[in-house]
């Protein structure tokens, strides 16, 4: 069939807002990107810029961010991680107070999905992501972020089987 948006418009625009952890000790044998405090090569531990990005987004960042969306009349998708969604209650209660939608966003920014996952971990680490957004919002995420965007070649059909419908 054909893809049609509502009211035959000629463009669709998502605006996707990410909450996401980042842990002071990520777990051995995960994976993180170096680049992800904005440099090309991983940062010595600690990495204060990194950490202090995403605090401000969780203290104060949000709340400008979707004051201004919603001033403009954009409903924003929320990407949220596995531990944001476990440990900040109130970031959900305030995104679902604005009536965001919510997407699966992974367990952390400090755990990639990659190929070096055996498929049963992978699926496992889909499972987990999608649980804890469905404990702290009621409702089932249909859409899916991965953190950095990683992914395996086997990723598209685990979240497909595990009920995402759009990445």
């Given at each position: 069939?054909?893809?049609?948006?509502?009211?035959?418009?000629?463009?669709?625009?998502?605006?996707?807002?990410?909450?996401?952890?980042?842990?002071?000790?990520?777990?051995?044998?995960?994976?993180?990107?170096?680049?992800?405090?904005?440099?090309?090569?991983?940062?010595?531990?600690?990495?204060?810029?990194?950490?202090?990005?995403?605090?401000?987004?969780?203290?104060?960042?949000?709340?400008?961010?979707?004051?201004?969306?919603?001033?403009?009349?954009?409903?924003?998708?929320?990407a949220m991680d596995q531990l944001t969604a476990e440990n900040y209650p109130y970031l959900v209660e305030h995104c679902l107070n604005r009536h965001c939608e919510f997407i699966a966003h992974g367990v952390a920014a400090t755990r990639m999905i990659t190929s070096r996952m055996s498929e049963n971990e992978?699926?496992?680490?889909?499972?987990?992501?999608?649980?804890?957004?469905?404990?702290?919002?009621?409702?089932?995420?249909?859409?899916?972020?991965?953190?950095?965007?990683?992914?395996?070649?086997?990723?598209?059909?685990?979240?497909?089987?595990?009920?995402?419908?759009?990445?």
């Open positions: 069939g054909v893809l049609r948006w509502p009211d035959d418009a000629r463009v669709a625009l998502c605006v996707i807002v990410n909450l996401e952890h980042l842990e002071w000790q990520p777990p051995e044998g995960s994976y993180q990107p170096g680049y992800l405090s904005g440099s090309i090569t991983q940062v010595p531990f600690p990495d204060i810029m990194r950490f202090s990005h995403r605090e401000y987004g969780h203290r104060v960042g949000i709340f400008r961010v979707l004051d201004v969306l919603e001033k403009h009349g954009i409903n924003a998708t929320i992978e699926r496992s680490y889909i499972q987990s992501s999608i649980a804890a957004l469905r404990e702290a919002t009621g409702v089932d995420p249909v859409g899916w972020l991965g953190p950095e965007y990683g992914e395996s070649e086997r990723t598209p059909e685990l979240l497909a089987g595990a009920g995402i419908r759009y990445v």
